[in-house]
Antibody, heavy 120, light 107 residues
Framework: QLQLQESGPRLVKPSEILSLTCTVS??????????WGWIRQPPGKGLEWIGS???????YYNPSLKSRVSISVDTSKNQFSLKLTSVTAADAAVYYC????????????WGQGTLVTVSS | DIQMTQSPSSLSAFVGDRVTITCRAS??????LNWYQQKPGKAPKLLIY???SLQSGVPSRFSGSGSGTDFTLTISSLQPADFATYYC?????????FGPGTKVDIK
């Protein structure tokens, strides 16, 4: 059964770097049928797509975050990671990793999410 | 960016009611429209993909329709497990964008 699990610091100081890792079990992130990505949700608010990647190298970012965001992949650990620089209070959110199914053109499944707080 | 809107923003309904939620895209997105269900404290769950295809394991009381800019999610007979927030999402082009959500609660 496919599972995605986010991990990383839950508290980040303003202007510092937010780093999260998604560990995938039950499927390979090198599968040709899927992309993988990050989505976030500020408390009480809606969903914002951060970015997605294909294992072979194609990576897509939300232009609203593009100058601050990067997604990297560790195929040996079946993990992918998110880095967001120069964080502010506006970056506080639940961060989800998810599989993007090419055939369905949708995200399924999602990790349980991890709440990141930005505070000094 | 493609802007997604949803109506209503919230609704109250009885168990057994037929519920319809509308999603509108700011430009033609063909049938590249997905619907998700999110319960409090949980991750979103894919219900419908490419406008009208039911995701595996999702009850048949959920259905989707539409193309172009106007789409609908229908719950034919609302069940207690269906009280949640529903989001539409376009996958026509990046940046992928979501609607603001429709909260369905008990009347």
């Amino acid at each position: 059964q496919l599972q995605l699990q986010e991990s990383g610091p839950r508290l980040v100081k303003p202007s510092e770097i937010l780093s999260l890792t998604c560990t995938v079990s039950g499927d390979s992130i090198t599968s040709s049928s899927y992309y993988w990505g990050w989505i976030r949700q500020p408390p009480g608010k809606g969903l914002e797509w951060i970015g997605s990647f294909y294992y072979s190298g194609n990576t897509y970012y939300n232009p609203s975050l593009k100058s601050r965001v990067s997604i990297s992949v560790d195929t040996s650990k079946n993990q992918f990671s998110l880095k967001l620089t120069s964080v502010t209070a506006a970056d506080a959110a639940v961060y989800y990793c998810a599989r993007y199914v090419v055939e369905a053109q949708g995200f399924d499944p999602w990790g349980q999410g991890t709440l990141v707080t930005v505070s000094s | 960016d493609i802007q997604m809107t949803q109506s209503p923003s919230s609704l109250s309904a009885f168990v057994g009611d037929r519920v319809t939620i509308t999603c509108r895209a700011s430009q033609n997105i063909g049938r590249y429209l997905n619907w998700y269900q999110q319960k409090p404290g949980k991750a979103p769950k894919l219900l419908i993909y490419t406008a009208s295809s039911l995701q595996s394991g999702v009850p048949s009381r959920f259905s989707g329709s539409g193309s172009g800019t106007d789409f609908t999610l229908t719950i034919s007979s609302l069940q207690p497990a269906d009280f949640a927030t529903y989001y539409c999402q376009q996958s026509y082009s990046t940046p992928f964008t979501f609607g603001p959500g429709t909260k369905v609660d008990i009347k």
